[in-house]
């Protein structure tokens, strides 16, 4: 069975810093993946997807992330950290390699911390 | 709005009592999931409904009952209630379930479920 781990519960950083939040899944094939944000009292919004076209992904609100292979992650990346990047961050990855159920697996969540 | 509209968004029940949560999407997607979201556990998949007429039970399907009423309502039953329960519970959908991996899910806004 699919799962994915995302490393780190909690990440700090300063505003105008760099973000890296870090996720693994374990399929040997590409999976489908994702990244969601979650804002305070609020449902998850899609940040990014990977679905094999290509291995740098660019999503919503400057972030990206990186499909590596090699390494089975999907590490979430922003330049430069906004106030307003606080949030819960979740990666996910489809429950089967076919996708037929269209079933997600989520990891356990990161929280974004940005200091003024 | 076109979205996933969640009723209640807040509920407190006492030690075995029973309540449905309700679910209506307005974008007539064919596919529809009820995850709960505990800290540190991330999202969990209770059960799902690949399209209307079928249900299915995801990883933690143990004291729940759902029903898909039609194509834009899929509702979540607890029986009897437990303290186990208390969690958040989103309910999510999609086109059907291959769009789903493809273009990801549209989550409500969740309901907030205490049980004392």
């Known amino acids: 069975a699919q799962s994915v781990t995302q490393l780190g519960s909690h990440v700090s950083v300063s505003e105008g810093a760099l973000v890296l939040l870090r996720c693994n899944y374990s399929?040997?094939?590409?999976?489908?993946l994702f990244w969601y944000v979650q804002y305070p009292n609020q449902g998850l919004q899609l940040l990014l997807k990977?679905?094999?076209?290509?291995?740098l992904v660019k999503g919503i609100n400057g972030f990206e992330a990186e499909f590596k292979k090699s390494e089975t992650s999907f590490h979430l990346t922003k330049p430069s950290a906004h106030m307003s990047d606080a949030a819960e961050y979740f990666c996910?990855?489809?429950?089967?390699?076919?996708?037929?159920?269209?079933?997600?697996?989520f990891g356990q969540g990161t929280t974004l911390q940005v200091k003024p | 709005n076109a979205g996933v509209t969640q009723t209640p968004k807040f509920q407190v029940l006492k030690t075995g009592q029973s309540m449905t949560l309700q679910c209506a999407q307005d974008?007539?997607?064919?596919?529809m999931y009820w995850y709960r979201q505990d800290p540190g556990m991330g999202l969990r998949l209770i059960y799902y409904?690949?399209?209307?007429?079928?249900?299915d039970k995801g990883e933690v399907p143990n004291g729940y009952n759902v029903s898909r009423l039609n194509k834009r309502e899929f509702s979540l039953r607890l029986e009897s209630a437990a303290p186990s329960q208390t969690s958040v519970y989103f309910c999510?959908?999609?086109?059907?379930?291959?769009?789903?991996?493809?273009?990801?899910?549209?989550f409500g806004s969740g309901t907030r479920l205490t049980v004392v």
């Open positions: 399929s040997s094939v590409p999976p489908y």
């Open positions: 974008m007539n997607h064919n596919s």
């Open positions: 996910a990855v489809s429950a089967e390699i076919s996708g037929n159920t269209g079933k997600l697996i």
């Open positions: 999510a959908s999609s086109q059907n379930a291959r769009t789903g991996l493809v273009y990801g899910y549209t």
């Open positions: 990977y679905t094999s076209a290509a291995t």
């Open positions: 409904s690949a399209s209307e007429g079928t249900t």
